[in-house]
């Protein structure tokens, strides 16, 4: 039996072939693989148990097909004859988020490779932070650490989430920085919280509820002439939030203020990571036709389509991205993030 690469969190390689359409692995490797395990009451995750009620279409043998398993766990997924295989996150998940306003756990690497996991933060306030090696906002990092310093007597945690494939991309712009900085290979925070844009701040309390949901902040001004945006109202929200509790918007505005991920940006997504994984296994032509058709999916998502510049030998700073930049403001700068400038304090009386 040949072998597939079975992307979810990380790539994990097993044995397994891919044949009309279906991606079969052993029954004894599904949970190493995928973290399910095959149980006769289901597919089974915890104390999460899916009915497999046609098993004849999940299963042949001592083998299960995961296209099959993807389907009866409600998850999207791509595949490639290659031999990748690639899931979506659970979509509740992120449903919770966006209109429950419930911050998701993850666990992703620091630029040292130890696993840091979001929720050990829990009973502080925590401002999670997006940019990337591809983004200007690489270099709010300090303005960050700054805001960190001011405000330490608060408690207050901050974590910045590069959305990267290389941690020596990133480790350069982190001289002096004392905060977390983790690695998102996957762009799993692009799935969870549905961000398209780089920096994206999300404002999560002590309790892992969000207070104010994706969001346009920088960390400095370094650019904004070009941007158009001062980082002074902001970043002014965000102290009085941290040292008062003062809320950025009511929780009733927050919740479903940023819109779900549409079909064509989740299959975007999923055919991003494919991209990148092919490309990590040389397999550069498969790795181009398929970031570029995620890109014609979501054409004006910076987080596919600025972020397979570099992996497609084009400069993210450069002509192509400026083509896209100007595409972008003529459709109206659309992104999955509140709207800037509209928001002012609500003290804990007003609420």
């Known amino acids: 039996m040949s072998t597939i690469t079975v992307v979810i969190d990380e790539p994990r390689t097993v044995a397994g072939r891919i044949e009309d359409g279906r991606a079969w692995i052993a029954v004894e490797d599904l949970e190493a693989t995928t973290g399910w395990v095959r149980k006769p009451e289901g597919l089974c995750q915890g104390d999460i148990c899916v009915p497999v009620r046609r098993p004849e279409d999940l299963?042949?043998?001592?083998?299960i097909d995961l296209i099959a398993m993807a389907g009866l766990l409600q998850r999207r997924v791509v595949s490639d004859e290659a031999g990748i295989v690639v899931f979506s996150h659970d979509a509740a998940t992120r449903r919770a988020a966006l209109d429950g306003l419930t911050a998701p756990d993850f666990t992703l690497p620091t630029l040292d490779g130890e696993p840091f996991t979001f929720s050990s933060l829990a009973g502080t306030k925590r401002i999670l932070v997006t940019f990337s090696s591809w983004c200007g906002c690489r270099y709010d990092l300090p303005g960050w650490q700054a805001l960190s310093d001011e405000l330490s007597e608060f408690g207050v945690a901050i974590v910045a989430v590069a959305l990267d494939d290389n941690p020596e991309a990133?480790?350069?712009?982190?001289?002096d920085i004392t905060y977390p900085v983790l690695l998102d290979r996957q762009h799993l925070l692009s799935e969870l919280y549905a961000i398209s844009n780089v920096p994206t701040v999300v404002w999560i309390d002590e309790q892992g509820t969000i207070v104010r949901p994706n969001g346009l902040v920088f960390g400095t001004d370094?650019?904004?002439?070009?941007?158009?945006?001062?980082?002074t109202p902001q970043l002014e929200l965000l102290k009085r939030w941290v040292r008062t509790g003062a809320?950025?918007?009511?929780?009733?505005d927050a919740a479903g203020a940023i819109a779900d991920l549409s079909d064509e940006e989740l299959e975007a997504r999923l055919l991003?990571?494919?991209g990148i994984e092919a490309k990590r296994q040389g397999l550069d032509e498969l790795a181009e036709s398929t970031l570029r058709k995620a890109g014609d999916l979501a054409p004006l998502d910076f987080s596919v389509r600025r972020a397979a510049m570099p992996l497609l030998g084009e400069d993210p700073f450069g002509q192509a991205f400026l083509d896209l930049y100007d595409e972008w403001q003529e459709q109206g700068a659309p992104y999955h993030g509140l709207p800037l400038g509209n928001e002012k304090s609500v003290s804990p009386q007003e609420r």
């Open 222 to 231: 370094t650019f904004a002439e070009f941007t158009g945006v001062d980082s």
């Open 272 to 274: 991003f990571r494919l």
């Open 247 to 252: 809320l950025p918007l009511n929780p009733e």
């Open 59 to 63: 299963e042949a043998g001592q083998e």
């Open 170 to 175: 990133v480790r350069r712009f982190t001289n």
